[in-house]
T-cell receptor, first 112, second 115 residues
């Protein structure tokens, strides 16, 4: 069964600090990996998408990495802001890429 | 509208009733997806439309769930004989071409509560 596991489950950091979220997956055949940000009560919003051949992808203060050999990905957030408080979900697509398997997310809280 | 919209935003129903959830995708998007998100979990794939046809309905949990997209734009997710376990947020997403790397844009979801 395709699975996506994320750690930590939740994280609290101070504003301005950096943090790294982890994602491990067992999805086959692998198509691409995405990171989404989901604010409470809202739908997920795409941050990055990486295919098999890409090792890193940045979107502003967000940088995602992918190691397709070990089936691991990370999302690094630099100089965190209060508005970064949200759930960050790792999503892996298989086959033609349309069927997505979602992780349970890391709940990030940024405090003053 | 500029984004994906879903109605109603909240739906409370009694066990055994029938419900319909509506999704208006972004104009011009040919692909439409339905997901279900339980509390504290990531979204779970239900069904994917390419145009008017269901390209992949392997995520529908049982035959009480059905979805249509008759004109290739608006979609309706239909749940018959609702059960308490159906309570969740139902998310709809659309993408331009349905390709594997196309970004899926999500709506705000419909929170379904079955009493």
């Amino acid at each position: 069964k395709n699975q996506v596991e994320q750690s930590p489950q939740s994280l609290i950091i101070l504003e301005g600090k950096n943090c790294t979220l982890q994602c491990n997956y067992t999805v086959s055949p692998f198509s691409n990996l995405r990171w989404y940000k989901q604010d409470t009560g809202r739908g997920p919003v795409s941050l990055t998408i990486m295919t098999f051949s890409e090792n890193t992808k940045s979107n502003g203060r967000y940088t995602a990495t992918l190691d397709a050999d070990t089936k691991q990905s990370s999302l690094h957030i630099t100089a965190s802001q209060l508005s970064d408080s949200a759930s960050y979900i790792c999503v892996v697509s298989s086959g033609g890429g349309n069927k997505l398997t979602f992780g349970t997310g890391t709940q990030l809280k940024v405090e003053l | 509208g500029a984004g994906v919209s879903q109605t109603p935003s909240n739906k409370v129903t009694e066990k055994g009733k029938y419900v319909e959830l509506r999704c208006d995708p972004i104009s011009g998007h040919t692909a439409l997806y339905w997901y279900r998100q339980s509390l504290g979990q990531g979204p779970e794939f239900l069904i994917y439309f390419q145009g008017t046809g269901a390209a992949d309905d392997s995520g529908l949990p049982n035959d009480r769930f059905f979805a249509v997209r008759p004109e290739g734009s608006v979609s309706t997710l239909k749940i018959q004989r609702t059960e308490r376990g159906d309570s969740a947020v139902y998310l709809c997403a659309s993408s331009f071409g349905g390709g594997g790397t196309d970004t899926q844009y999500f709506g705000p979801g419909t929170r379904l509560t079955v009493l």
